[in-house]
């Protein structure tokens, strides 16, 4: 099974706010998706890249606002579920997401799954329909019910213990293994940042498998 080095994929998460630019980053990318506000990037080593909000202002100062697709825009709600292929129930607006991202990258399934944000409530989601692992950071929660899924195991989920992200939607869980981290220090604002999990992640690295899975 691919692994993949926890430092390096909070390194590439961040670096990839800025994909289609970054000079370690763009000379990589396989095959891009970018419709409305669906991003994510196949990588020539198999890695699905799905970066995230770096701010706050999705989730709060816009009424919860997670993303608009096909006209719809979704928000964090305990009440907005949907039922998934497998009979799972997720957060509507989540699985609309990911379902957006396996369509287009249905013929070239990943080996790997990174992602920072709603990118990493779609990881893990993604993770269980391919059968692949997933690393997320700053993951909001996408599961309603507490019955375990055929693949969640995969999924590994690093969240700050100062970010109100993580603990929405209020009644949903993570998949898999959340390691909720606390900082040694507390700064200004809530840190949903993607440079500040990569800096946690430094802080926590004994805490922390090297790789995973």
């Known amino acids: 099974m691919f692994q993949y080095p926890i430092k390096a994929a ?41 970066p995230g909000s770096n701010s706050l202002g999705d989730y709060i100062l816009f009424n919860l606002r997670v993303f608009k697709i096909g006209g719809k825009r979704y928000r964090l709600e305990d009440s907005a579920t949907a039922t998934g292929h497998s009979g799972a129930i997720w957060h509507q607006g989540f699985l609309t997401y990911s ?5 287009h990258f249905a013929d070239i399934p990943p080996k790997f799954i990174i992602g ?63 390691k909720n981290l606390k900082p040694r220090s507390n700064n200004a604002g809530l840190d949903h940042q993607m440079r500040h999990y990569r800096r946690i992640v430094d802080e926590h690295a004994g805490n922390l498998p090297e790789q995973w899975p």
């Open 10 to 50: 909070a390194q590439l998460a961040e670096a990839g706010k800025h994909a289609k630019t970054h000079p370690s980053v763009a000379p990589l990318i396989r095959r891009a998706l970018d419709q409305g506000d669906v991003t994510a990037f196949m990588l020539n080593n198999g890695v699905l890249l799905l």
């Open 99 to 103: 379902k957006a991202i396996f369509d």
């Open 116 to 178: 920072h944000s709603l990118g990493a409530a779609a990881a893990q989601i993604l993770a269980k329909s391919w059968g692949v692992p997933a690393i997320g950071f700053a993951a909001p929660r996408p599961r309603w019910g507490a019955t375990r899924l055929r693949n969640e195991q995969l999924s590994l989920s690093i969240l700050r213990s100062d970010d109100l992200v993580t603990t929405l939607p209020g009644g949903f869980r993570h998949l898999g293994t959340a």
